[in-house]
């Protein structure tokens, strides 16, 4: 573009000529303008248009971006899905300032990453299930990412779900061996009945290891919905729900289901029922009682030939309040499924629990709103997770001197001052996210770091969103308010959680995170050390069988292969942790 080059000198109207060709004018050339055609008056004019075009062009784009403009404003959800409409692969340019996002590369492939790298389902009404497409844009990107193999036995699944589902023409032919008590002609559809049994952090641990043993075996998942599963978790399959229907003729039974119970696996096999029934005679379904207080004949569901039998039952009803997926990791018959869908192993819960649990929209409200008001802004989001298993009413002393000695000494937090404040603070904050029954333990550490400054100048926010003091498992809003509250504190940068707790488990698998784990205090006292950083981000299974089924005697089921071992907080349970020669 051509530049007008004035003479410093405002008094004298010549003006020099530019050596590098651009127009100067003279006194007489001036005169000489006015005598222009109007046509020449008219493209000056159209010039002087682009020139205003194209100032107001580039002080928009160098304009500042909105601050967190993504998740405030909803600009960007549109944005998406104007996106998704586009033939090609577009490519969305994620910036706000702060963020779960920040520490990642800004540039987020918007099919790719909505879907998970393949992990989730396109298709599904976004507006129904805000979260399961939503929930990226709080997250950092996953490390760890589906095989392709996972990838396509989940679709090949929701084809199965979607053919056999609730009252499908299968589904309801099946339905008649339960109905008449015999073993029709064989059916190209089994099923797994799963019971709503237990706390909400049971739940969903033993859902995914439900579905685990589903998809390894072919059999169509069916949740029983209990009393609030609909309410808090949004359907996972395209078109036909996962959802038992009300009029399942055994639903009526399920809270009398137990180890006593004629059709229990454990029982058939002490009397002898299941082992002696022939195909033509096979029990039209069969109960697996796999709670924590099960006995070696339950126990035998895990060995292979009991595997094999149980293939030619049509309905499994199962209960159960244990992470079993270790276990399912030492039968052979399951052995190269489970290395080509998880190539490592300490992904299984976290691939399973994003690909599952979606937050309905009410819950999804719950997580977004205290998301955006209180941790969005932070640098970094650390997450305590306490769960007291003590008797007496808290807060207890000795845990929360343990609870500062692990963050101390871990560097999570830095100390407080007590002598002299600090003249150079630090721009940097911390925002911390603490999850408890009791609101105790949230006050003192607030009060600790408001009433003190930091040694480093960080400024340090504590934020609780509840404290119900005691667990109340039937109640709605309390696991509307527990859920939330475990994705929250899936959403922070750096965990901290309590021995035992699968409320905890739940948070750092699906976070991908490897909280520091706070070991169970004796006696009263504080442990030293107060805690320890956990081996992988996979759940504990709290009650395993210890037994080898070729052998028929009692094993160290920790030390069969590389990747089971004994958990760091309880040592006699099992969970699945990465072997490096094996990757």
């Given amino acids: 573009m051509k530049r007008l080059r004035r003479n410093p000198d405002e008094s004298d109207p010549e003006t020099t000529p530019d050596p590098d060709g651009e127009v100067s004018f003279s006194k007489d050339q001036h005169e000489r303008k006015c005598g222009l055609s109007s046509m020449k008056m008219m493209g000056f004019f159209v010039v002087a248009l682009m020139v205003v075009s194209v100032v107001f062009s580039v002080s928009v784009v160098l304009q500042d971006p909105p601050s967190d403009g993504v998740l405030e404003s909803g600009k960007n959800v549109r944005f998406l899905d104007v996106m998704e409409s586009s033939k090609e692969e577009q490519v969305l340019e994620v910036q706000p300032q702060k963020g779960p996002v920040d520490d990642d590369a800004l540039s987020i492939e918007v099919r790719k990453d909505k879907l998970h790298g393949g992990l989730l389902a396109a298709g599904f009404d976004e507006t129904s299930c805000v979260s399961r497409y939503q929930s990226v844009l709080y997250r950092k990107e996953s490390q760890h990412k589906p095989s392709p193999y996972l990838i396509s036995r989940l679709r090949n699944y929701e084809a199965l779900h979607k053919r056999c589902g609730p009252y499908t023409e299968s589904y309801n032919k099946t339905l008649e061996k339960l109905k008449t008590g015999h073993h029709l002609e064989s059916t190209d559809c089994n099923y797994l009945v799963w019971i709503s049994f237990s706390g909400l952090g049971n739940r969903i641990l033993t859902l995914a290891s439900a579905f685990l043993y589903a998809l390894l075996t072919n059999r169509v998942l069916l949740v029983d919905p209990g009393t609030d599963m609909v309410d808090l978790f949004c359907e996972p399959f395209p078109e036909v729900s996962w959802f038992l229907p009300l009029d399942f003729p055994l639903k009526n039974q399920f809270d009398s289901f137990d180890q006593k119970s004629p059709h229990c696996y454990g029982r058939m096999l ?87 649990f979606h937050p309905t929209n009410p819950v999804w409200g719950l997580i977004t709103r205290y998301y955006q008001a209180y941790l969005a802004k932070a640098d970094e989001r650390i997450g305590i997770q306490i769960r007291v298993f003590d008797t007496g009413t808290g807060p207890f002393q000795h845990v929360l001197d343990q609870i500062i000695a692990c963050t101390l000494k871990e560097n999570l937090l830095p100390d407080i001052s007590t002598e002299k404040p600090i003249i150079n603070q630090s721009q940097k904050s911390k925002a911390v996210l603490v999850t408890s029954l009791s609101g105790g333990y949230f006050e003192r550490l607030r009060d600790m770091y408001w009433e003190h400054p930091t040694v480093t100048g960080e400024v340090i926010g504590f934020y609780q969103p509840s404290h119900e003091e005691y667990q109340q498992t039937e109640k709605q809003f309390h696991n509307r308010k527990a859920w939330a509250e475990m994705y929250l ?22 976070g991908g995170l490897k909280p520091w784990i706070l070991y169970k205090p004796e006696n009263w006292t504080a442990p030293d050390p107060p805690c320890g950083r956990v081996m992988s981000m996979e759940p504990c299974f709290h009650a395993p069988p210890f037994y080898d089924c070729k052998a028929k005697r009692g094993i160290d089921t920790g030390a069969v292969v590389p990747h089971v071992r004994h958990c760091e907080d309880m040592s006699w349970g099992l969970k699945l942790v990465d072997n490096e020669s094996e990757l």
């Fill in 270 to 356: 002490k009397n002898n029922s299941f082992a002696n029934s022939s195909k033509s005679i096979l029990a039209p379904f069969v109960y697996l009682h796999l709670v924590h207080d099960y006995d070696d004949q339950d126990k035998l569901f895990f060995c292979d030939e009991d595997q094999t039998s149980l293939q030619e039952v049509p309905w499994l009803i199962m209960k159960t309040d244990n992470y079993f997926v270790p276990s399912l990791f030492l039968i052979p018959t399951f052995e190269q499924q489970l290395s080509n869908l998880f190539p490592r192993k300490e992904a299984v819960f976290h691939l399973l629990g994003r690909y599952i």
């Fill in 489 to 510: 504190l899936s959403l922070t940068d750096v965990l901290i959680t309590s021995s035992w707790s699968t409320f905890g488990y739940v948070a750092q698998s699906l």
